[in-house]
């Protein structure tokens, strides 16, 4: 049985997206994002989710408990610009049932 979570996802533009991202396939959120062409390709992920260059970055606008930053996306955002208290990678974050209902905005381009 297929489990798939609903997250709301606010592009660059200020668009809200509600999208079902399913839990069985091992994304992560970056992959999500360019699944359901929420940015123009090649402006995210475009270090392939290796956590080397912050085109992923989201700001997350609800209280779920995520995983805590490892070294590598720290260091990224602290090189990152447009960098909130909230921003995380969305390379980092694997889609799990834990998610439902996640809320989250793509970071500026630049």
């Known amino acids: 049985m297929t489990l798939d979570v609903h997250i709301q996802i606010t592009d660059r533009d200020g668009i809200r997206h509600d ?9 992560n ?9 929420l940015a ?10 290796m956590a080397m260059c912050a ?3 989201c700001y997350i606008h609800s209280d779920h408990q995520l995983t805590e930053k490892l070294e590598d996306e720290d260091a990224m955002l602290s090189e990152a610009f ?3 208290p909230t921003s995380r990678l969305g390379c980092q ?15 500026p381009e630049d």
């Open 29 to 37: 959120l970056m992959e999500v994002v360019r699944l359901f062409e």
């Open 55 to 57: 085109s992923c970055q």
């Open 93 to 107: 974050i694997q889609i799990n049932p834990e998610l439902e209902g996640l809320q989250i905005e793509l970071a």
């Open 40 to 49: 123009p390709e090649g402006t995210i992920g475009v270090c392939g989710g």
């Open 82 to 84: 447009n960098v909130k």
């Open 19 to 27: 999208v079902q991202a399913p839990t069985d396939m091992a994304l």
